[in-house]
């Protein structure tokens, strides 16, 4: 069986990719989560996906911190959200819905990204690895352990726009904007990665209705992912009014990782532009346009109804429980 490790800032879409995870044990084995920042700072990352795994009872899953600002952050204060991520995931980074913390009072000894290292050479391909905040922790283990590159794991990340505008400016993706050389030195470096982005995630939306079988469950587990989602649908209704409810971000990235033919993808060697008024767009790179080989699959068309009907089967059954 395949194994699986979540690198979350985990707000609500993370909180729901966490959830899918767990709602697909008969194809992968989640191993641990690692905590990325973006839509919160590292810590209460960790604190909400500690709280969502003993909700959903998988106390057993660990969660290592990651590295907690940007790669040339030079700031003396600490690293903190941007005020659109606290809009659109709430203070606390789950849209205010009630989740009591987790009994495990910290999170698992040693390092994220020692331990993303360590699985890595131990699965090799049957690791998949699922980042879907800012890129740095991974950047990190490529920098630290460039093996890794070549050992056969697959990194499916959420992030990017390719042929559509962007999330934080008209051509940058949120994930990608957090630490732009991050993601840079990850399309770059010569590792396998799969970029799930705003081209396919906006067209997998959930509606009041698909959270309103989730209320009508009467679980504390069915509250909690309807009050959480119901925000983020308001906050998508509010600002982008022509999507129709909430994107399901990272939930498709798992989701496309697990079974990579819900979406179609297109090879690009990919680039982060670093400087001026493009900075953070995800675009093919003129130094490598000619090379055969193509280190980035682009995600450019997803199955939206298979994807949807699997999501919602697997997270109402792992909320009924």
């Excluded at 985990?10 to 899918?20: P, S, W």
């Excluded at 920042?37 to 009872?57: C, D, K």
């Excluded at 922790?137 to 990017?160: R, Y």
């Amino acid at each position: 069986m395949k194994k699986l490790i979540l690198d979350l800032d985990t707000g609500i879409d993370d909180a729901l990719a966490i959830a899918y995870a767990l709602g697909s044990t008969n194809e992968v084995e989640l191993i641990g989560i690692t905590g990325t920042y973006g839509n919160v700072i590292v810590p209460l990352g960790v604190r909400n996906a500690l709280a969502v795994l003993h909700l959903f009872g998988r106390d057993d899953v660990p969660v290592y911190p990651g590295v907690d600002q940007p790669l040339n952050y030079v700031s003396a204060t600490p690293w903190s959200p941007a005020a659109g991520s606290v809009a659109v995931h709430g203070a606390d980074g789950l849209g205010g819905a009630q989740l009591p913390d987790s009994p495990r009072s910290a999170e698992a000894p040693g390092s994220a990204v020692d331990f993303i290292i360590d699985a890595a050479r131990t699965y090799g391909s049957d690791l998949l690895i699922v980042p879907t905040g800012a890129m740095t922790t991974m950047a990190t283990v490529l920098h630290k352990a460039p093996d890794i590159a070549d050992c056969g794991v697959k990194i499916t990340m959420m992030g990017g726009a390719l042929t559509v505008p962007g999330n934080v400016s008209p051509c940058a993706e949120a994930n990608i904007a957090q630490d732009p050389e991050a993601a840079d030195y990850l399309f770059r470096c010569g590792a396998r990665t799969t970029m799930v982005g705003l081209d396919v995630t906006h067209r997998t939306v959930l509606t009041y209705a698909q959270t309103a079988r989730w209320r009508a469950l009467g679980t504390p587990a069915g509250d909690f992912l309807a009050d959480m989602t119901d925000y983020y649908i308001s906050v998508y209704l509010k600002n982008q009014p022509q999507i129709g409810g909430c994107g399901l971000h990272d939930p498709l990235a798992v989701a496309a990782a697990i079974d990579p033919t819900l979406i179609d993808t297109i090879g690009v060697n990919l680039t982060v532009d670093l400087d001026g008024a493009f900075r953070g767009r995800t675009i093919g790179d003129p130094e490598r346009l000619r090379d055969a080989d193509k280190t980035t699959q682009v995600a450019v068309d997803v199955d939206s109804q298979t994807f949807l009907t699997r999501f919602m089967n697997r997270v109402t059954a792992l909320a009924e429980r």
